[in-house]
């Protein structure tokens, strides 16, 4: 689970700026919080701000560094990255500090950088309260410095290793977490299960790409997450009667070649297509010597009572974003995984999204957690959210962005939140000009 992020000099954050999951004093909805070597953390979060004020950057800030430690190596164009209205912050590095629980332990990652390449990357793990190194490396003066556990550089074997990483083995632009992961895993333990919490555990679903889950071949091959999405796809109202599944062998042809050269090249990938107006959204999986296509369909009852089939391309877009969130909500129950979604609501109707929100805030059943940006301020209410569990995003007036919980304010259990954050009473809201300043009606 994600207990902390700590970003500098990126994008609108310019001081290192934090974000957390730790919990407050209070007593609602108990079955919210979590915890492991005495921290308690909770399993949701909400996080608003207006337009501009830096809620989706900082999912991008997760977005870049989980891409980075895929990559293997920090970006090139690090300094376009850097926050841009303070000329200081030109020289300053950026740095990007994620606490988190995997396995039962508690790591913290965290990795400077600028175009010249990696200036600090650190990885260590809490244990019975004490923080215990398993790596730190440094570049100074021209030279890289790498350090691995307490004592570990006391066997001459183990120092020669670091000789040879630090002047052979670790490009400049590198990350040590992915290079010990690639090839050193079995050495060293604890780097695997802190890569994969990145690669893995951290689901990030930004505003400028779907979910990108193979939906047809899932809901195919697990007939419980069929079951649970024709449940809840059809209490929704949004006209659909059932959603199913239908498989066909693929023929080759000059449109579609380049699903087998893609399944031909990873035959353990499954590919996707979604097509347009025809509303075919199709997984292509490679069965021996055969390609199958699986294709989601949805139903709706006509003037006569009678099954009619769509493609869910036809559907809205509102219809085609909650299919894409069943398995999403399905697996916050049967996995444990951190999901972190930019604008949750986008499409979806308050009085749905609100009852989702619900839905998930309720289940004590819930393994993974959930942290989500969004506008929608009917989820500002404390049957739903906890205190602890609202965060606002707002720039002050050099234009950066600064995050802080609702707990910083003495908010009573009964105060209607969403009546005081609309009246600007925490801030987080947009600060209009007079529009009728523009004359816009006026003619030249």
Known sequence: MLLRVIIGNLFSFKEQTEFNMFTNKS????????CINDISYLRMAALYGANGAGKSNFIKVLRLLTNCIKAGKVVSYADDLKFKLDDECKTDPIS????FVADNTVFFYTVSFDKTGVLYEYLSKDSANNEKRIFEREFDNGKEDISFYDNYADDPKNQMFIEMLSEKFVGRNELLLSILNDKYANDFTEVPV??????????IVQNNNEYSFPIAH?????????????????????????????????????ENSFIFDRLDKDPETVGETR?????????????????????????????????????????SEGTQRLVDFIPLIYGMIKENHVYVIDEIERSIHPIIIKELITLISKNEEINSQIIFSTHESCLLDQEILRTDEIWFAQKDNGGATRLYSLSDYNVHKTANIENGYLNGRYGGIPFLSNLTDIHWSDEE
Do not use: C, P
Request: proline content about 0%; glycine content about 12%.
């Open 96 to 99: 990007i500090g994620v606490e």
């Open 27 to 34: 007593k609602q909805h108990s079955h919210h919080k979590k």
């Open 218 to 254: 899932v809901m195919e091959s697990d007939k419980g997450l069929l079951n649970y999405a024709n449940k809840l796809i059809g209490r929704l109202s949004t006209g659909v009667n059932g959603l199913s599944v239908s498989t066909y062998k693929l023929e080759k042809n000059e």
């Open 275 to 315: 097509s347009g107006l025809t509303g075919d959204f199709t997984n292509y999986i490679k069965e021996g010597d055969k390609v199958i296509a699986k294709k989601i369909t949805s139903s709706h009852l006509d003037n006569n009572g009678n099954q009619v089939d769509f493609g869910l391309g036809l559907e």
């Open 194 to 203: 802190a890569y994969n919490w990145f690669t893995e555990t951290l689901v």
